[in-house]
């Protein structure tokens, strides 16, 4: 990536073969004449801040530098140059922003010069040094003030994995309806939710139930099915598939033949604020994941619910991963999650795993707003009743 001459200018020529040389005096006269005559642009300005740092004149290399950046604020080596001054004079965190859109913009840069090249090189080492020294300090000073990762909040935890980069931030992000100025939480705390102690008391009485469902091969379906005049994502390996499969208690607001074929599941989940929303929910099933399944990324339709499982037959090496937050089902013990957040459940056991799956009421909606969002939903569909699933 060197600047292009115009094949008709001497100056500019002799300009551009100097830099090539490494004749650092006569390529700043040379691009000194150009700047003179207006006939540099960023790049010109970057080559002759690039020889003045070069020749040791600082504060004339910086001035060439910002005219280029004037003209073009990604002008990758006007940044570098910049990235060397700055730290030349001390200035390590204006620095470290320079080097830091160095390694951005050059890192998917093809065609650079040598010299670009092993600058782009630099700026990611100084910004991996920066960050590992950074984080020491910060850990460190948190340390001192009695920060412990396994005893410390878990969302000050998060937060500081983001900053750092060890994680990125996951947002709600329903494919249907948004309701504003909901908390984007994760896994919610489970005492949170006083009620899922009888759930999670019935679990036995559930598994019983369960497997006496899992005897009719009738029972269970495809979670997700090809729809009549509607695409499928040809990429998905899911659709019509078995190895996602599910046996409805409650779908889409109604109770199904299994439910009272599973009366004490049924009867723990009296206490729990099931979202009721005609044609809609509650949605209560058995959800079944064969051994290899790995159901993708994916978010829900609406947050103003909230989803709670309850592991049933649940096999080692079996994940899911709500946003930043993977954990391992076990049996009898239940958790509330959002699932406008990006979710993903894998099985990689050699073992079936099923978890009951329903649907409540988020917590910090007031009834009045619970009324709102049912009569809202409900008058949707009564207009387009061939809607999508809550997911």
């Not at 005096?25 to 003179?36: I, Q, V």
């Not at 910086?62 to 200035?91: F, I, P």
């Not at 996602?244 to 599941?265: K, Q």
């Not at 064969?290 to 159901?295: D, E, Q, R, S």
Request: hydrophobic share 45%; charged share 25%; net charge negative.
């Amino acid at each position: 990536m060197l600047w292009q001459p115009m094949s008709s200018d001497p100056v500019s020529i002799a300009a551009l073969a100097a830099f090539r040389a490494g004749d650092w005096a006569t390529a700043r006269a040379r691009f000194e004449e150009l700047a003179a005559a207006g006939k540099a642009d960023a790049e010109a300005f970057a080559m002759l801040a690039a020889a003045r740092h070069r020749l040791g004149d600082g504060p004339a290399a910086h001035e060439a530098a910002d005219r280029a950046l004037v003209l073009n604020a990604r002008n990758l080596r006007a940044s570098l140059t910049k990235a060397d001054l700055l730290t030349q004079q001390g200035a390590l965190r204006e620095a470290n922003f320079y080097y830091g859109a160095v390694a951005e913009i050059g890192g998917s840069a093809t065609g650079l010069t040598p010299d670009l090249a092993d600058g782009v090189r630099r700026a990611q080492a100084v910004r991996a040094r920066t960050a590992a020294e950074m984080l020491n300090l910060v850990e460190a000073e948190l340390k001192s003030a009695g920060y412990a990762p396994d005893r410390s909040s878990p969302r000050f935890t998060q937060a500081l994995e983001i900053l750092t980069g060890r994680k990125q931030p996951y947002f709600q992000q329903p494919t249907a309806f948004y309701y504003p100025e909901l908390p984007n939480t994760q896994f919610y705390p489970r005492e949170q939710f006083p009620w899922l102690d009888a759930v999670e008391a019935a679990t036995e009485a559930m598994i019983e139930e369960l497997e006496g469902v899992l005897q009719d091969e009738a029972a269970f379906a495809p979670y997700l099915r090809t729809e009549p005049h509607m695409t499928s994502r040809a990429d998905y390996p899911l659709i019509d598939s078995m190895d996602w499969s599910s046996c409805f208690l409650w779908n889409n607001g109604e109770a199904t033949p299994h439910a009272a074929r599973c009366p004490r599941t049924m009867a723990a989940l009296e206490q729990a604020p099931l979202c009721r929303v005609k044609g809609r929910s509650p949605q209560i099933m058995f959800s079944q994941l064969k051994a290899g399944a790995h159901i993708l990324p994916h978010t829900g339709a609406v947050n103003t619910r909230l989803v709670c499982h309850v592991p049933l037959i649940v096999p080692p090496h079996c994940r899911f991963r709500v946003g930043n937050d993977v954990r391992q089902w076990e049996k009898g013990k239940a958790w509330v999650f959002d699932d406008t957040i990006e979710h993903e459940a894998r099985n990689a056991s050699d073992r079936t795993r099923v978890v009951l799956i329903f649907d409540i009421w988020r917590p910090e909606l007031s009834e009045e707003e619970r009324a709102l969002v049912t009569t809202l939903l409900t008058a949707i569909d009564a207009y387009a009743p061939e809607r999508a699933s809550w997911g």
